[in-house]
């Protein structure tokens, strides 16, 4: 978990808030802060990259013209990926881990989120050429100045994490997990993070459910059927509460712009599943019943 916030089980995932996606206007984002919040939906979840470099910027404009104060939401941001874009001088896409350039994106999603302090910063992807004391420097300095109060990393391995933990302390893992991609259960991921107290935070939580026909859509679909009036409840709600009954305490990172959507995703944390239920739907996802 965030350290001392009250970080809420839905977090709000603004990648498709803004040119990557809806294109949101101001009036509409600061609609959309003041709804997610109404909800009960206090975490933000932020990269430097969404939108072309640009989500951050609109959201902060937004933010400050919405009726919520700053110590009542918290602000996750993320560095380390150099994209190809208009707003970058970059050559090939890449990862800088350089203490510079850490120092410099957290200032610069500061700047952008109109903030004095990210409540979680975490470290994009893994890069090969990672230095784990030059990343602590880094880190140790965001700290002090109170730019930064937790620290994690999205989408690395038990192995790299440890490899980082060997300077500083990593608070959260921020992985793909879902239904029809369950893999963080079986390599490690989900593991650490209960073994180390982790907060644990799945992006893409509804996985490709909505997006392919894939064979496997097609038999969680059919498994799902008596299970929909069982627990009347939607498709949606219905694969976040399967998500959440994982003992990690996952928190999905739920990235609608819908206020009904929000509204479901928010029920879904009441959702309990029966055991058989929950392995009924891990069976259709894999194709084959568990050993």
């Not at 603004?14 to 009960?40: R, V, Y």
């Not at 880094?138 to 937790?150: A, D, P, V, W, Y």
Request: net charge negative.
């Amino acid at each position: 978990m965030i350290k001392d916030a009250p970080n809420s089980r839905i977090i709000a995932g603004t990648m498709t808030w803004g040119s990557w996606g809806k294109q949101l206007s101001k009036l509409e984002m600061i609609q959309l802060i003041e709804d997610c919040f109404a909800l009960g939906i206090s975490t933000f979840d932020h990269a430097d990259i969404y939108g072309g470099y640009s989500t951050e910027t609109e959201f902060g404009v937004a933010f400050k013209e919405s009726q919520i104060s700053r110590e009542n939401v918290q602000l996750i941001s993320k560095c380390g990926i150099q994209l190809l874009s208009e707003n970058r001088k970059t050559k090939v896409k890449h990862y800088d881990y350089s203490k510079k350039h850490i120092i410099w994106s957290v200032e610069n999603s500061l700047k952008n989120l109109k903030t004095d302090y990210l409540d979680l910063l975490l470290l994009h992807r893994p890069s090969p050429l990672m230095n784990a004391e030059v990343i602590a420097e880094s880190i140790t300095q965001l700290k002090e100045e109170g730019k930064i109060k937790s620290v994690g990393v999205s989408n690395f391995t038990p192995s790299q994490i440890a490899m980082l933990e060997s300077y500083f302390k990593v608070d959260a893992n921020q992985v793909e997990f879902s239904l029809t991609k369950p893999s963080a259960m079986n390599d490690g991921s989900l593991d650490d993070c209960m073994i180390n107290k982790r907060w644990s935070m799945a992006w893409s939580p509804l996985g490709s459910y909505f997006r392919e026909n894939t064979e496997q859509v097609v038999r969680i679909k059919q498994a799902m059927k008596p299970m929909l009036d069982k627990y009347q409840v939607s498709e949606d709600q219905l694969l976040l509460a399967w998500l959440m009954k994982q003992p990690a305490f996952i928190s999905p990172v739920v990235g609608t712009t819908s206020k009904i959507r929000l509204q479901k995703s928010i029920e879904a944390t009441e959702v309990k599943l029966e055991l058989e239920d929950w392995f009924s739907l891990l069976e259709a996802s894999t194709g084959h019943e568990v050993a």
